[in-house]
C-alpha cells in the first residue's frame, strides 16, 4: 500500500461543476495535510492546508478531512477552465516522529474543467 | 515578500559531471527541503535542513547531497551525474518544516 494515495484521474468535470478530489494516507498519527495544484511545466503551487478533522473553506475551494477514515479530500466548486491542473495531496507523515520536511505526496490527479 | 528563489532554472550537464543547485527561502523560513519530480515517480523527497542540519533524509544514494548555511539558502549537489537524473528538482521552504511549505520554481537538470 502506498503511503499517500490519490483517486485515479484524469477527471473532467464540466464548467461551473464541483470537481471532487480524494486522498488516503498510510499513517494513522499524521497531523498535516495539504493541497496542491500544479499547471504543466510549472512548480506545485499551494492551494489549502488542513490539520483538524472538519471542513476548512477558502474561496471556491473546500477541503475535508477525516482522521478516523484517514482520508482527505478537494472540492472545488464552481470550477474554471483555469482550474485545469494536476492536483497534488502532500502528507507530513508521522511515523516516528521525523516528518518535519518531509512531504510525501500521492501520484497527482489530473483535473480537466471543460467549457 | 519574495517566494522561493531557485537557481538555476535549467541546466544540461553530461553524464559523470556534477551538479551544485541553488535555493533561497522566503525570508524568516528556516527550513529548507529539496525534491525530485519525474513522470515516472511523482515527487519525491530527497532532504530536509533545518538551521544548518540535515534533519531528514529520502530513499537516494550518496550522490545526491546539501548543506544548508546561516541565512537559510541551501545548495544541493549531485555527483557523477547519470542519464536517470534527468529531472525538476524543486526546493521547498518553511517555517520550521511542520506547517505550510512553499516551493520555487524549481531547477530542470537535463542529463545527456
Known amino acids: 500500500q502506498k503511503e499517500v494515495e490519490q483517486n485515479s484521474g484524469p477527471l473532467s468535470v464540466p464548467e461551473g461543476a464541483i470537481a471532487s478530489l480524494n486522498c488516503t494516507y498510510s499513517?494513522?498519527?499524521?497531523?498535516?495535510f495539504f493541497w496542491y495544484r500544479q499547471y504543466s511545466g510549472k512548480s506545485p503551487e499551494l492551494i489549502m492546508s488542513?490539520?483538524?478533522?472538519g471542513d476548512k473553506e477558502d474561496g471556491r475551494f473546500t477541503a475535508q478531512l477525516n482522521k478516523a477514515s484517514q482520508y482527505v479530500s478537494l472540492l472545488i466548486r464552481d470550477s474554471q477552465p483555469s482550474d485545469s491542473a494536476t492536483y497534488l495531496c502532500?502528507?507530513?507523515?508521522?511515523?516516528?516522529?521525523?516528518?518535519?520536511?518531509?512531504?510525501?505526496f500521492g501520484q497527482g490527479t489530473i483535473l480537466t474543467v471543460h467549457p | 515578500k519574495a517566494g522561493v528563489t531557485q537557481t538555476p532554472r535549467y541546466l544540461i550537464k553530461t553524464r559523470g559531471q556534477q551538479v551544485t543547485l541553488s535555493c533561497s527561502p522566503i525570508?524568516?523560513?528556516?527550513?529548507v527541503s529539496w525534491y525530485q519530480q519525474t513522470p515516472g515517480q511523482g515527487l519525491q523527497f530527497l532532504f530536509e535542513?533545518?538551521?544548518?542540519?540535515?534533519?531528514n533524509k529520502g530513499n537516494f544514494p550518496g550522490r545526491f547531497s546539501g548543506r544548508q548555511f546561516s541565512n537559510s539558502r541551501s545548495e544541493m549537489n549531485v555527483s557523477t551525474l547519470e542519464l536517470g537524473d534527468s529531472a525538476l528538482y524543486l526546493c521547498?521552504?518553511?517555517?520550521?518544516?511542520?506547517?505550510?511549505?512553499?516551493f520555487g520554481q524549481g531547477t530542470r537538470l537535463t542529463v545527456v
Open positions: 521547498a521552504s518553511s517555517l520550521i518544516g511542520n506547517t505550510e511549505a512553499f
Open positions: 499513517d494513522r498519527v499524521s497531523q498535516s
Open positions: 488542513i490539520y483538524s478533522n
Open positions: 502532500a502528507v507530513l507523515l508521522n511515523a516516528g516522529g521525523t516528518s518535519y520536511g518531509k512531504l510525501t
Open positions: 525570508s524568516g523560513h528556516r527550513s
Open positions: 535542513y533545518f538551521s544548518e542540519t540535515q534533519r
